[in-house]
């Protein structure tokens, strides 16, 4: 494989990563951002890789005999294009050498915060996304994209008219063994992805969104019941990768925003440690 394209640092590891197939465990949680992996240092019993690169901070460790990689993305699908392309690779790649198939399977759990779109849904609750729907466009520019949810889609566009001039939205379903493994208790519901987080989630500052009431229209939408509960910025590049390379994905969020009541959570770090902690020991298991 041509160097420009399996890109790696100096040490053999992933470029953006700086992990490898030795110092990467099955289990992986991801956080958007790079400080938060500190926590896991007060919930790892031993620590045995530690790597930084740009905003992404990876973390190696083990709770309970169980080892897992606790790893920053940073915001936004471009990252997540990243990070989940060289997560899959790192499972290949040894002191710099391409190993070719892997047989291992990483359960991916990103945990993060959101915004409620649906009024009950309280700040400080936490949510756990049964689907994801993807305004970002990202899968659609791989070829092995195929539509998992078609049906799905083909709703979605009939309700939300959106214009041509934006990528087409795509869906896909999370791992239903995480979800109630991890967020059995968690309200489920379908987090949609946006490709920013001003005017691609409604929001005015002194430019104006293209899409008139895009809140209010995603949080009309349901399929099979299940509505779209949040709003963020990652989970629908996490679960499309997931599904292209076979792994197992969930996304738990705390809800720090109501975007219907306009409430907000500004200081949300204890409950944010308490979800995580929640996640960890449950993941473990």
Request: proline content about 4%.
């Amino acid at each position: 494989m041509k160097a420009s394209e399996l890109v790696l640092a100096p040490d053999g590891t992933l470029y953006h990563i700086r992990l490898q197939s030795s110092t990467l465990a099955d289990k992986v949680l991801l956080v958007g951002d790079p400080a938060r992996v500190n926590m896991f240092k007060d919930i790892f019993e031993t620590i045995e890789h530690e790597s930084h690169s740009r905003e992404l901070h990876a973390l190696t460790g083990t709770y309970h005999g169980t080892r897992l990689t606790a790893l920053s993305t940073g915001m936004g699908c471009d990252n997540i294009d990243i990070v989940l392309t060289e997560l899959d690779a790192a499972l290949r790649v040894e002191n710099g050498e391409w190993k070719g198939e892997s047989k291992r399977r990483l359960q991916l759990v990103r945990i993060g915060t959101s915004g409620s779109l649906q009024p009950e849904i309280d700040c400080g609750s936490h949510v756990a996304a049964r689907f994801a729907i993807g305004l970002d466009g990202l899968m659609n520019y791989y070829r092995e994209w195929d539509t998992p949810m078609a049906a799905m889609e083909r709703a979605l566009d009939a309700q939300m008219h959106l214009p041509a001039a934006l990528a087409r939205p795509y869906c896909v379903a999370g791992s239903e063994n995480l979800l109630q493994k991890i967020g059995a208790d968690m309200h489920h519901g379908i987090t949609a992805t946006a490709p920013g987080f001003y005017g691609p989630q409604g929001r005015t500052i002194r430019l104006h969104p293209a899409v008139e009431g895009l809140n209010e229209k995603l949080a009309a939408f349901r399929w099979e019941g299940t509505p779209v509960t949040n709003l963020e910025m990652e989970t629908s590049a996490i679960y499309g990768f997931s599904h292209l390379l076979g792994h197992e994905a969930l996304t738990a969020c705390l809800i720090i925003a109501n975007r219907p009541r306009g409430t907000f959570l500004s200081d949300y770090h204890d409950a944010m440690r308490r979800l995580v902690g929640t996640v960890v020991e449950r993941l473990a298991q």
